[in-house]
């Protein structure tokens, strides 16, 4: 599956919606979210059931500052509607499939106690 670009008017749709999302935020001037790239392709095409979006953080301001990204790349990994995973700097390929797996092994519902017990 082709990355898809996420902007303000299909993020919540996109990210809403039950199973795995990953999220690349980058920006074409940077030379690692480049690097990158490739590798975030590559991987899209070996978990057709995942959804790798894009949010190109100069077109897209707005995603950046409701995400506080402050250092690009970063890989946000969400599940079932749920910020499971923020992180900023390009991974090598074995460590983007490894936090898939773990994304993928993730007990959502212990996440969803976990979250419901942090909240005030």
Not at 24 to 33: E, L, S, T, V
Not at 60 to 66: D, F, R, S, T, V
Not at 67 to 95: H, K, N, Y
Request: charged share 25%; glycine share 8%; hydrophobic share 40%.
């Amino acid at each position: 599956m082709a990355t898809v670009e996420l902007t303000t008017a299909n993020f919540d749709e996109v990210t809403g919606k039950d199973g795995i999302v990953l999220v690349d935020f980058w920006a074409d001037w940077c030379g690692p979210c480049k690097r990158f790239a490739p590798i975030y392709e590559r991987s899209s095409g070996k978990h057709p059931d995942i959804v790798f979006g894009k949010v190109d953080t100069e077109a897209q301001q707005e995603l950046g500052a409701k995400f506080d990204i402050r250092s690009i790349p970063t890989i946000m990994a969400i599940r079932d509607g749920v910020i499971v995973f923020a992180q900023p700097g390009a991974l090598p390929e074995s460590a983007l499939e490894n936090l898939i797996e773990q994304v993928e092994a993730l007990d959502m519902d212990d996440v969803r106690k976990q979250l419901a017990g942090h909240k005030h």
